[in-house]
């Protein structure tokens, strides 16, 4: 295999490793600055291993082994693993210092394949497969090693490579299993718009290496990173052809069905869910929660309510946050008989409503007009501990006016002032503007004046609404008025 870089490698071989590194790189310039975490950032760092970074970023590099040799450190295993991830930015020092805390002993396989990583994700792809070729004589060569290989070629975007580097694999002892396979689709497939590269390798590769459901995941959440729902569907038919339904793919289901839903393909999502359950396979907690947020911030109880039913009855148990979320669309949407299923059924799955599940439906019912509901919802709130909030409780009391019904008003109005339910202003001026437009008159001088005497604030649009009722009931109303007036400019002064 032809393995070329830009830069030739031009420095002699560590001793008994074949291991080459690049002299035309400045290790004090890395290629992208700031690429990779450094000493300097990474928390934690040991004393041992900042003195040894420290020497590597600002030593010359004709001098790096001398001022290493010098500074008396010894460095164990750890200590060399913990300098190398922290030595990306600067990788041909990272080779000297590779070379000379070698000396004398041999390394372990995991400083090794540091070693292969660095130099494979800066790009340095020759001397990566010198230290491979070493690796090999010194029998620590595993799967982690091409794994890494795989990734620093996806990475650098020459695919073909990562896959030819699979393809030798077996000349350097290590197997190509369906881990393997696994391994390299997973690089290919994590990059954008490769999933069909590493589509190309599957089927190349499946007949003589059985995937499994892993296999399958990795390529459906390449087409949903990719939002890509027709070759989706035809990976997920190839799925359950080979495979069948096995309730273990949960990852591969959630793949699918988040590819439908972010390609607004509802009606499929749903229908897939039935299939699912009928076969006893179900997707996670976590898509429905990804799934519900996606429909709320579309508005689409209808898709909602079926996918919501199926998750229940599949056995997966909701929490508050998604019942509240669930609640919250169907109030929108005025789905009202779905919410208060749904509020019913909250305590039998150990999720009890607090005051804003309460709050939502009750909201909602005063926006529809439910006069009997909000009343007898009200008390129902009450009750459990969970507070109406102030602009509720002023909407409601506008509502119950409105629509005739001015007993269940003054109810709220005597809560909300028992309660001290802040702010009380509101709630007040919506009870003052009723009282006005069913013309009783005498009420609204009483309550305003009680109003006024709590020092709550009565609006200047309401008082303008007080005196055209006033003053339709002559001169004793003007005076009524005209006393308030002065009432209500005293007020304002205080």
Known sequence: MNHTM???????????????????INPNKPPQPNQFPSHLDAPNVSSTAGTLCD?????????????LSS???????????????????????????????GCGKKHP????????????????????????????????LSLSTFASVFQSYCTARRFNEAVMSFDVMDRYGVKQDLVAVNSLLSALCSEDSQTTAGIEFFNRIKAKVSPDGDT????????????NAAKAKTTFGEMV??????????????????????????????????????????????????????LVKRNDADHAIPMWDVMVSGGLVPNLIMYNAMIGLLCNNAEIDHAFRLLDEMAFHGAFPDSLTYNMIFECLVKNKRVRETGRFFAEMVKNE???????????????????????????????????VKSLDDSA???????????????????ADDVLDRRINIYESTMMILKDAFYKEGRSGRDRYDSLHRRWKAHLNL
């Open 386 to 420: 969970c507070l109406p909030t102030s602009s509720n409780c002023a909407a409601a009391i506008a509502m119950l006016f409105d629509c005739d019904d001015p007993e269940a008003a003054h109810e709220i109005w005597s809560y909300v002032v028992e309660n001290q």
């Open 55 to 67: 020497i590597l970023t600002r030593t010359s590099p004709q001098d790096i082994e001398s001022a």
């Open 216 to 227: 399958f995941a990795i390529l459906l959440e390449g087409w949903e990173k990719e939002g």
């Open 71 to 101: 500074s008396g450190i010894v460095p164990s295993d750890e200590c060399v693993n913990e300098v190398l991830r922290l030595s990306y930015n600067y990788p041909s020092s990272a080779v000297k210092f590779f070379r000379w805390a």
């Open 241 to 294: 052809v080979c495979l069948g339904w096995n309730k273990d793919n949960v990852a591969a289901y959630d793949a699918f069905l988040m590819t439908l839903l972010r390609a607004a393909l509802m009606d499929d999502v749903v229908l897939f869910l039935q299939v699912m359950k009928d076969h006893d396979c179900f997707p996670s907690l976590k898509l429905f929660t990804n799934a519900l947020d996606v």
């Open 6 to 24: 830009e830069e030739a490698v031009a420095e002699t071989p560590v001793r008994s490793r074949g291991f080459k590194y690049p002299s035309s």
């Open 109 to 140: 396989a995991h400083t090794w394949n540091l070693m292969v990583d660095l130099l494979g994700k800066n790009q340095l792809f020759e001397p990566m497969w010198d230290a491979v070729r070493s690796m090999k004589q010194e029998e620590k």
């Open 429 to 447: 001026n919506e009870f003052l503007v009723g009282l006005c437009n069913l013309s009783r008159i005498s009420e609204a001088k009483r309550f």
